[in-house]
């Protein structure tokens, strides 16, 4: 996996409205982007870019592009432009042809990336978790979000550290079932996104050492 840190900037956040999230998931992801308001998107933020934000933007997209099949964190403390570039990365690689997925760990996060939805719905993820156990999501090979995750090159999971490890173990688990690649997430490249001085892991009744361990 590899860590990008952010340092403070004062970008502000721009959202493309041309997703209707009312419409059904699959419908949502298949049906096919307007390529033209998509460059013209990423064409108009690009240059408001800071350092940082430019260098992981093109570490990524290069990734993304060539295949290379990496996991990488962003380590962003609020205020530094998280939202803006997970959309300029969805809205690039969307705009290639690319299937790519934005999910957050609440819905507020999700409603801020364009065809944004939690992490729990997308992935049909289990409500209550344990540590000793081995969990995957019930999603068939040939259903239809199935077949929508095997064609998916790009993920983006933002407020990541409100997850509990267990769900990401089960999301592992599953892309490695569905593409048939024993690479990890199943060779699809996800950006995780979130600040861990943020809230943290719910454990009830839990203890320091319970939230960190999850």
Not at 45 to 73: C, G, S
Not at 190 to 213: K, W
């Amino acid at each position: 996996m590899f860590r990008i840190n952010f340092k403070y900037s004062s970008i502000k956040i721009a959202i493309s409205d041309n997703e209707n999230t009312s419409d059904p998931f699959e419908l949502l992801i298949l049906r096919s982007y307007d390529n033209n308001r998509l460059q013209e998107f990423v064409e108009i933020n690009l240059p408001k870019l800071v350092n940082d934000q430019k260098y992981a933007f093109n570490v990524i997209t290069e990734n993304v592009m060539n295949h290379q099949e990496r996991v990488f964190f962003l380590d962003d403390p609020g205020g530094t432009g998280k939202t803006f570039i997970l959309n300029l990365l969805l809205a690039h690689i969307r705009s290639s042809g690319k299937v790519a997925l934005a999910v957050a760990s609440s819905v507020i996060a999700a409603t801020l990336l364009s065809g944004g939805r939690t992490a729990h719905s997308t992935f049909k993820l289990p409500l209550n978790v344990l540590f000793d156990t081995e969990y995957v999501c019930p999603i068939r090979k040939d259903g239809p979000l199935g077949k929508i995750l095997q064609e998916t090159s790009f993920v983006v999971w933002d407020e990541c550290t409100m997850s509990h490890r267990s769900h990401i173990e089960a999301i592992v688990r599953t892309l490695k079932d569905l593409k048939c690649n024993n690479k990890f997430m199943g060779g699809i490249t996800f950006v995780f996104a979130g600040d861990f001085h943020q809230t943290l892991p719910v454990i009830p009744r839990g203890t320091r050492a319970d939230v960190v361990n999850a």
